[in-house]
Every structure is written in structure tokens, then in C-alpha cells.
């Protein structure tokens, strides 16, 4: 029998722990600049209608689906899967479930780890007095694991060690005293550090503490639409790209979460309230704190080109704790601990989420307690994560997260909502969905899930397996089909790279180039490794099942 | 700001938040369920205890 014998707290702290699960840096990192790349304001449209008809959709699958396997005591993807179809090849794809997320998890708390780092360098006045490239300066002297302001040796191992254990600690406490209890004091918090830093950023003047624009300025920039950008597949993409990440849709978190939930509980209105809460933060938040702030010191063109050569991520760690320290050295850094807090209370929910399902799997299938199963996906992560930290510069991190946490989420997806649908049966489905509801579900989402949603994943991956050269559509109708360096089939034979290697001339530029070559294919194939031990682990609990009489 | 970007960004302000708020009244106003339920927090309830047969 499993030893898990767990369960949520309370109703509102199952919300909150599935609304932190969805809500990371993405949604105040990755948004923001999908938004200003993407047609300003006419991107809520398409991104609206993808939430509307492939996340909610999605989130209603996951849900139901965690709850009908947690009928039969499973909590984690192999074996829910397993109980929807007599077909026992499912469980092996429902092994993206815990892959996804101990391979996230391993990056994602060292992104993590900034965030925690960079509250104690706000407090400790460590961005005072330094100009724009002061900052950045310490960006890239932080991720080389170069000297340290506070004179810790190997400060960004330290932190990353410190934020594992944190993170550990809280999953060996259990559901509701642990996941539940963080969530209920993180996403509070976390949405009154935003409404503090979005109304600094509504109420930045030209003038006034060296801003060169006012907040209007960055806000019609994000907002203005561009009704012409609505036409292209482009912007279509990056919108359901967009859904997905910010939903944590496609990795098997939610499932588990949902595992926990009695068949007779509501489970529709639930995913509305979380998914609801989690575009708040997004769309509302989200939206008023990088782009304003950055465009009302930097202006359009500033950043734009810091948005096209550092991204979002640049922007948030190179950028913003120079500007505000604009407003002071003391506002400065409480802005500072306020906006690296956020961010934090952000990353804690998800990657909380993320040892769920290996926790889950561990306790059902070789009844480990929670404590040690808590404890071996800290030092899973801790393993697998060291390689990020370590050749950061050589994009082990970029590979991690392009694999496990942008492709693999769209292909799980994809099989579960076929799953779902075609597989279990829509009938059978929409039981699950509505069974318990305390709203009634509109009926056309029965067939939202059995058609748009599975086609329009189908797109997505499609899309991304072969994007076009520039995310031109209709020129490769036309002209012929070039794949472009960012689709799935260029990525896995590193064209860019191989191409960036012919092309170089310099002796160390052709040997940086070859170390990133060599630590590209050694990430995907410790993933591919990694994967295919999740599988064998399954293998092993399918067959102790057989042998115990279980299945 | 101009009167496109504005009413874009206004409308999306009150529709997200409006609905997120809606959500989240109709889960802390639901009716509580007999217990067992999900929840440990209110297995002491009054109102949530099952009738005894």
C-alpha cells in the first residue's frame, strides 16, 4: 500500500499553492517582452483567446486527470495516465510528468537562487552607487562564479545550495504544513510587493528622479495595438507558447496537486479561480513593472535593444536594480527586496510544485516516507543543477530550458489532451470535469477539448518543430521552406552553433564555441539519460505491482 | 496615453481582475460539503458533519 497518505489544508490554500505552482518569472520576465515583441497591445487578443480555448481547456484536463488517478491512489503522472486506457505504453509517456519537472527544477532553482541573492545584495546596499554597467557588470561576474561583494567563495553555489535546502526542507514538511503553508504567506506577499512596484511603475514623471519619459510612455509602448500583427502565425505562437508557460501546463505539477482532491470536491470552479489569479499577476502586474519602469529611464530604443540582445531576464537582473536606485538609496532598496522578492515567492511556488510528483511517485510505488523522498529530489536536483551552475556561459542552462521546460511541456500536452479526449472518451471526461463542480461548466467546452485543443497543440508543436527563417509563414509557402535556427529541427543539429563555429576566425572564439558544442550534446544526453532512468523506475514499480497483485 | 492604448489596456485590467475576483468569491461563498472532504483545516466543522444514519 502507499505511505501517502496526504491532503490540502484548506480549500483557499489549495487555490493559492496551484496559483503559486503557475505563477514564476515568466510572468514578470517573459510576458512583458512577448507582449512589446508581439503587436503591443493587440497581443491580449490572441493571448486571451488561447487562454481561453487551449488553457483553460488544459487546466480542466490536468485537474480532473489528477483527481481521477488520486481515486486509485496515484499522485504522480506513469500510473495516473496508466489508469485512463488498458494500454500500458501511456505510463511511459506519463514519465514527462516527473522528468519535466526534476529537469526544470534543476535550473530553476538556480535562477531561483538569484532571486535570494539579489534580496540580500539590495539590502546590503551592494547596487548603491553603481551605474548601468555597474550592474550588469555584476550579473556576469555573478553567473562565472567570479568575486563576490559579500566575499563568499563561490557565492552562487552557496546560494543555490541554500535555496535547494529551503526548498527540500519545506517539501519533507508535507502538503499542508509545507506547499500549502508557503503559498499562503509567497502569493500575498508577492501581489503586494507587485501592486507596489506596478504603481511606482504607473507613476514614474519625466523629470523627476532622472526618468527621461513618463510612465505613459512604456505603457503605450506595451498597450498600443498593432491590429495588423494579428494576422501572423507568429504572433499566434508566441501567445499559446506564452499560455502555456505561465499556466505550468504540460509538466504533471498540477495533476499532482490535484491527485490530493476527493472525487466528490469541486475541481472546476478551483482551476477557474487559480488560472484566473495566475493571469492577474500576469496581464495586471506583470505588465506594469518592467516595461514602464525601464522605458520611463532608458527610453523606447534603450529598451528595446537591451530587450532584443539580454531578454527579459537581462532586463530584470542587469536593469532594474540600477534604476531604482533613481529613486533614492533607501527606496531604491526596498524596491529592490520587494521586486527580487516577488520574484522569489514566484520561483518557491513553482519549484515546490516541481518535487511533488517525484515525491508522489516515490511514496506509491516503493513506499518511501516523505522526508527521504523529499530529501533524494534535493540531491537529484542538486546533481543534475551543478552542471548549470558550473558552464553556465556554455548554455547548459539555455539547453535544460529549452528541452525540459519549453518543448517537453507542449509534447506532454499534447498526448494528454489526445489522451483525454479520444483515448478516455470525451463522456467519460466531461463526468470527471463536472463531477463536484460548484460552477456549471458551459457545454461547448466539451467540444473546445475534444477538437481545438489537441489542434491547436498539434499547431504549436508543428510550428515549432519546423518554424520558417523569421517567423515568416507566408514566404515559405511561397518561396520554399528554410527552417529557422530557433525550430526543434535546427535546434537538435545545432546549426547555429555549427554555423557560428565555421564562421569564426579568432583561436578562442573557435574554442569557446567547440566547449559549447561538447556541453550542448553532454546536457541533452544527461537528459536523455535521466529520462530513460525515470522509465526504468517505472518499469521496476509496474512490475512490483503485477507481482504484489496491484494491477 | 493614447486613447487605443488606454482603452486596451483598461478593458484587459477589468476583465482579468474582475473575473479573478469573481472566481475567487464563488470558492470562499460555496456551500461546504459534507464531510469527508479534501481539506483538513475544517474536519471539526459543525455544519460539515455527514448525518449520522
Given at each position: 500500500m502507499s505511505a501517502n497518505k496526504e491532503s490540502w489544508g484548506s480549500r483557499v490554500g489549495l487555490i493559492l499553492a496551484m496559483a503559486g505552482n503557475a505563477v514564476g518569472l515568466g510572468n514578470f520576465l517573459r510576458f512583458p517582452v512577448q507582449a512589446v515583441q508581439n503587436g503591443g497591445g493587440a497581443f491580449i487578443i490572441p493571448y486571451l483567446i488561447c487562454f481561453l480555448v487551449m488553457g483553460i481547456p488544459l487546466l480542466w484536463i490536468e485537474w480532473s486527470m489528477g483527481r481521477f488517478g488520486g481515486k486509485f491512489g496515484?499522485?504522480?503522472?506513469p500510473f495516473i495516465v496508466d489508469t485512463m486506457h488498458r494500454n500500458r505504453l501511456w505510463k511511459y509517456i506519463g514519465v514527462f510528468g516527473i522528468w519535466t519537472n526534476i529537469a526544470v527544477a534543476s535550473y530553476y532553482c538556480y535562477l531561483e537562487s538569484w532571486t535570494l541573492s539579489y534580496v540580500f545584495h539590495s539590502i546590503g546596499g551592494t547596487f548603491a552607487g553603481l551605474d548601468q554597467n555597474g550592474v550588469s557588470n555584476f550579473f556576469n561576474e555573478y553567473v562565472s562564479l567570479g568575486e563576490s561583494t559579500f566575499g563568499i567563495p563561490y557565492e552562487p553555489i552557496v546560494f543555490f545550495v541554500i535555496c535547494l535546502l529551503l526548498n527540500t526542507w519545506i517539501l519533507s514538511?508535507?502538503?499542508?504544513?509545507g506547499v500549502e503553508r508557503v503559498a499562503k504567506i509567497g502569493m500575498p506577499l508577492l501581489i503586494l510587493f507587485g501592486i507596489f512596484l506596478a504603481y511606482k511603475g504607473f507613476t514614474i514623471t519625466a523629470?523627476?528622479?532622472?526618468?527621461?519619459?513618463?510612465s505613459s510612455v512604456g505603457l503605450n509602448f506595451l498597450w498600443t495595438p498593432n491590429f495588423d500583427e494579428l494576422w501572423s502565425p507568429t504572433v499566434w505562437l508566441a501567445a499559446a507558447g506564452q499560455i502555456f508557460f505561465t499556466l505550468s501546463v504540460g509538466m504533471g505539477t498540477v495533476h499532482c496537486y490535484a491527485s490530493y482532491v476527493r472525487s466528490k470536491d469541486d475541481i472546476a470552479l478551483n482551476a477557474m479561480s487559480a488560472g484566473w489569479m495566475n493571469e492577474f499577476v500576469e496581464v495586471v502586474l506583470g505588465a506594469a513593472i518592467l516595461i514602464p519602469i525601464s522605458i520611463g529611464y532608458l527610453g523606447i530604443e534603450g529598451v528595446t535593444n537591451l530587450v532584443n540582445s539580454q531578454g527579459g531576464l537581462g532586463l530584470g537582473f542587469r536593469t532594474l536594480p540600477y534604476l531604482f536606485y533613481q529613486w533614492g538609496d533607501v527606496l531604491g532598496a526596498v524596491a529592490g527586496v520587494m521586486w527580487f522578492g516577488l520574484l522569489f515567492f514566484a520561483g518557491i511556488t513553482s519549484s515546490l510544485a516541481m518535487g511533488t510528483p517525484w515525491i508522489g511517485f516515490l511514496q506509491d510505488e516503493f513506499n518511501w516516507r516523505r522526508k527521504p523522498a523529499a530529501w533524494s529530489f534535493g540531491l537529484i536536483v542538486l546533481m543534475l543543477g551543478m552542471p548549470t551552475v558550473l558552464f553556465f556561459k556554455y548554455g547548459v542552462f539555455d539547453e535544460y530550458d529549452y528541452w525540459a521546460g519549453t518543448v517537453s511541456l507542449v509534447v506532454f500536452a499534447l498526448f494528454e489532451s489526445i489522451l483525454f479526449a479520444w483515448v478516455f472518451g470525451m463522456n467519460k471526461g466531461w463526468r470527471e470535469i463536472t463531477s463536484g463542480a460548484d460552477i456549471e461548466v458551459p457545454s461547448f467546452y466539451k467540444y473546445i477539448i475534444k477538437f481545438v485543443t489537441p489542434l491547436l497543440l498539434l499547431w504549436v508543436f508543428v510550428g515549432s518543430l519546423i518554424t520558417p527563417k523569421g517567423g515568416d509563414w507566408a514566404g515559405a509557402f511561397a518561396n520554399g521552406w528554410e527552417l529557422d535556427d530557433s525550430s526543434i529541427i535546427n535546434k537538435i543539429k545545432n546549426t547555429s552553433l555549427k554555423r557560428q563555429l565555421a564562421e569564426a576566425t579568432d583561436p578562442e572564439v573557435i574554442q569557446q564555441l567547440q566547449d559549447t558544442l561538447f556541453f550542448v550534446n553532454a546536457s541533452r544526453t544527461l537528459l536523455v539519460a535521466v529520462f530513460l532512468s525515470i522509465a526504468l523506475l517505472v518499469y521496476i514499480a509496474y512490475k512490483k505491482r503485477v507481482r504484489e497483485g496491484r494491477i | 496615453m493614447n486613447t487605443s492604448a488606454l482603452v486596451v489596456m483598461l478593458s484587459t485590467i477589468t476583465l482579468v481582475t474582475g473575473l479573478m475576483l469573481y472566481f475567487f468569491y464563488r470558492v470562499v461563498s460555496a456551500p461546504p460539503k459534507p464531510e469527508p472532504d479534501s481539506y483538513l483545516d475544517n474536519d471539526d466543522e459543525i455544519e460539515r458533519q455527514a448525518p449520522r444514519a
Open positions: 496515484h499522485h504522480s503522472t514538511q508535507g502538503l499542508a504544513k523629470g523627476e528622479d532622472g526618468a527621461i519619459n513618463d | -
